[in-house]
């Protein structure tokens, strides 16, 4: 067992010049990380964090509702907090993931569960420390949990990260959660020729200015019963009309048309399509 984080690192990414929390901006992109609790025990916390030009993460607020607390007043005053920053969506831990869900969903926020587990938040938030990447607030209960958290490597070599026996890791989960998000690649656009396409960080498409426009070039499907029905009629009212105008011309040999249609469709140059794939991540 040992320290998780050195002391150096973590006092390295404290910014003592800056106030607790900071007004969110328009022109930010904001993540939002809860670590909520039934209120008997422990500390309900939330973080809301953003990505700077300098490519560090940035901590904006850090809350946290000691036990005991309502935790549907909790969740109501959380998620107005969200939505202040533009966070309408809220990842969280899988804690009484139903109960949670709805809480936030009945304030108009949606909550996710989170796909990392709060060890794999800790592991992967290391990284960003060590190079330099985080700007912290010096809030004192999330730095004093911060640099209690204790590593241990199993006898098959996987480390885990924790508090200690009889401490709290609530502010340093809500903190390592949003450090998580706000790190990920970021959705971009790239036009390229006739349109583009964004897909997120998971290959979800989100939009899509390509894909109709080749629609246009796929085969017409087989026309159905009634479709066949109905082109026959306007046929048949086609040749009638053509008598009644033209008695002496030879019937329309409708087969021969469709014949002749298709032979010149055939010999005709293939289209010059252009489409570009539209992924990627920064």
Known sequence: MQTFLPDDLIDAAVDHNRPLELAPQADLVYKCFVDMSGGAHDAATICIAHRDSGDRVVVDVIRGKPAPHDPNSVAAEYATLAKEY???????????????????EAHGVEYRQSKLTRSELYLEGLVLFSRGQVRLPSHDATLREVRLLQRRVAK???????????????????????????????????????????????????????????????????PTPNQQLHEASLKAQHEEMRKFVEPNRTPVDWDVLAAAKKAREANQPPKLLFYGKLLGSR
Do not use: E, M
Request: with cysteine; aromatic share 12%.
């Open 156 to 222: 098959s070599g996987r480390d885990s990260v924790d508090h200690g026996v009889g401490g709290h890791d609530d502010h340093a989960n809500a903190l390592f959660g949003s450090l998580h998000l706000v790190a990920q690649p970021r959705d971009f656009l790239q036009p390229i020729g006739l349109g583009g396409k964004i897909f997120s960080s998971t290959g979800a498409k989100l939009f899509d200015s390509v894909s109709p426009f080749f629609d246009k070039f796929k085969s017409a499907p087989a």
């Open 86 to 104: 533009r966070c309408g969506t809220i990842i969280g831990d899988a804690y009484a993931k139903g109960w949670v869900r709805g809480a936030f």
